[in-house]
């Protein structure tokens, strides 16, 4: 593990600590924490379809897995469906439909084609990488190892694209079980954890050592920072608070990485959730979040620590080099219809339709 960054300037510390209140104690910030750039651009996408929409803005699954998140779209006007069928046949006049940051199966986007409706692809970049690498390996005949969550939206789409060419496997013991011949290629659900993922890899090429792939490169680069920040702040702290939803995958594998690291940790929906308890004996409490948790739920939770006695609050930046990475959504940046609808280009307050471009079916970054 590559040695953690120089700690920041102290932010505040209280003086004295009110009746019944746990403390004192150190509250360190994992550095990077909280949203990466793959959901910024979601939730930004969901806002500014809303912000143009002439009818219902449908979204299909949770844009991102946090409940805040949905729970506030959905107050600005959003209707979140399961599936597809959900939205009704015709389609109301005006209706939009988001695809979700996981992305969805061929099969999805086919049942949308079939129905006309207007959809707006807000496919993390990185996830849309997988699915093309799924895509490219299936027509050379290579057997497909998907290495990831069973039930998992990410997992399902990927699956989707070659699902005559695909096997899930969760776990390096699931690897005895494999009957392939010829050509293996393995790729990676992009919310894993570093090291159970590398776990499955090596137990993958130590039995079949022709199988090729882009091993932890499939990891997004906001998964793999944030995996080692925490760990780095685990392994000096008594406590570690991962802020994120209980089926956000990478809020998860922060909470396991903090566990690895020898350190108690709890994944926590928001600062309601702490249980004093926990705090008992806790010199230092490490706080993170995942990447779909947004920063206002981490200064809540700081918040409540205070509350709970006098805190010295720091910032820990972890120095490993991060992966180089899509800029986020910026001033402006394009929505792109797969309907044969106007394209939209949307600019901090305004949209305005656009011509559209045949070939591109998602979302571009800003230049």
């Known amino acids: 593990m590559p040695s953690p960054g120089a700690q920041g300037p102290v932010e505040s510390a209280a003086a004295s600590a009110p009746p019944g209140a746990i403390g004192p104690r150190e509250v360190l910030l994992a550095s990077p924490r909280s949203l990466c750039a793959g959901v910024e651009r979601a939730v930004e996408i969901v806002e500014r379809v809303l912000d143009a929409a002439r009818g219902p803005v449908y979204v299909r699954k949770q844009i991102v897995h946090n409940t805040h998140v949905v729970k506030d779209l959905q107050a600005r ?17 005006g209706a939009s439909v988001v ?5 969805v199966s061929p099969a999805v986007r086919a049942q949308a084609a079939r129905r006309g409706l207007d959809v707006i692809d807000a496919t993390c970049p990185l996830v849309t990488k997988v699915h093309s690498e799924a895509r490219r390996h299936a027509a050379r005949g290579a057997t497909i190892v998907l290495i990831g969550h069973a039930g998992h939206e990410e997992v399902e789409g990927t699956l989707g694209e070659a699902p005559d060419r695909t096997i899930l496997v969760e776990s390096a013991e699931q ?18 954890a570093i090291d159970e993922t590398r776990e499955v890899i090596d137990a993958l090429l130590e039995r079949y050592p022709h199988a090729t792939g882009p091993g932890e490169q499939d990891i997004c680069y906001a998964t793999t920072n944030r995996q080692r920040a925490v760990a780095a702040v685990a392994a000096r702290t008594g406590l570690v608070l991962v802020v994120g939803s209980a089926n956000s995958s990478n809020s998860l594998r922060l909470a396991e990485v903090a566990r690895r690291a020898g350190t108690p940790a709890h994944l926590i929906e928001d600062a309601a959730a702490i249980e004093e308890s926990w705090l008992e004996g806790a010199a230092s409490v490490a706080v993170t979040a995942g ?28 120095s490993t080099p991060a992966s180089p990475a899509p800029s986020a959504p910026s001033n402006s940046f394009r929505i792109t219809r797969t309907s044969s609808k106007p394209d939209t280009t949307c600019t901090r307050g305004s949209c305005t339709p656009t011509t559209r471009t045949p070939t591109t079916s998602a979302p571009t970054w800003p230049k």
């Open 175 to 192: 690897v005895a079980d494999l009957r392939i011949d010829g050509p293996i290629t393995y790729l990676t659900q992009t919310t894993l």
């Open 77 to 93: 006007g959003a209707v979140f469906v399961d599936e597809l069928d959900q939205i009704p046949d015709p389609p109301p006049a």
């Open 291 to 318: 990447a779909s948790a947004p920063q206002h739920l981490v200064d809540q939770v700081v918040e409540r620590l205070r509350a709970l006695g006098p805190i010295v609050s720091r910032r820990r930046k972890h």
């Open 99 to 103: 695809f979700s940051a996981h992305g």
